[in-house]
């Protein structure tokens, strides 16, 4: 049996978002500044496929018409600042709007407090 068009229409929007969209899109190529501060951007990444199709009677021609449509968004959500060899979270998304939300935001900052309080209590 022959592919269906809509098939191929299908297949073909499929696999242009995966050549747009892929790990390196996710987590961005690090970034190193002169004084040997490495940034790496970490994106969000959304999208979506919609296609359709209709037969018409044999009669017709061209009896077969289909319509695809795709949309993504990508969207900034943090930076992982890497100086020498400590890894720090940088979050530039929407602020948290529930209350355990707030509490996963607090966890880097918590984390870096408790491990500059064990430090200092060795010393």
């Known amino acids: 049996m022959d592919k269906h068009p809509m098939n191929e229409f299908s297949e073909s929007t499929v696999q242009k978002i995966k050549e747009m969209v892929d790990?390196?899109?996710?987590?961005?190529t690090p970034i190193t500044t002169p004084d040997g501060i490495m940034v790496i951007p970490v994106s969000k990444?959304?999208?979506?496929?919609?296609?359709?199709?209709?037969d018409w009677s044999k009669a017709v021609v061209n009896n077969f018409g289909c319509s695809t449509g795709s949309g993504v968004t990508i969207t900034p959500v943090a930076f992982l600042i890497i100086k020498d060899g400590n890894v720090r979270l940088i979050n530039v998304s929407q602020p948290?709007?529930?209350?355990?939300?707030?509490?996963?935001?607090?966890?880097?900052?918590?984390?870096?407090?408790?491990?500059?309080?064990?430090?200092?209590?060795?010393?």
């Open 23 to 28: 790990a390196n899109t996710i987590i961005g």
């Open 45 to 54: 990444i959304s999208f979506g496929v919609i296609s359709g199709g209709a």
């Open 96 to 123: 948290a709007i529930t209350t355990l939300d707030r509490v996963v935001d607090m966890v880097p900052e918590v984390m870096d407090k408790v491990s500059d309080w064990r430090d200092k209590s060795k010393e």
